[in-house]
């Protein structure tokens, strides 16, 4: 999930480079929402792997 938010961050730069507006912005939000999805999940899965053990 991390390599998607990556993709979707460098598509954003692209686009901003290139200056497509409202891709840039939708592909950075894209990038944000799965980055903090991926850093929730990992965070849990911390959680649960202490508790395991």
């Excluded at 840039?24 to 053990?53: D, P, Q, Y």
Aim: proline share 0%.
């Amino acid at each position: 999930m991390l390599h998607y938010a990556l993709i979707f961050f460098i598509v954003a730069l692209v686009a901003a480079l290139f200056g497509f507006g409202g891709l840039a912005a939708s592909a950075a939000g894209i990038a944000k929402v799965l980055f903090f999805v991926f850093l929730a999940l990992t965070i849990a899965s911390f959680v649960l792997g202490l508790f395991k053990r």
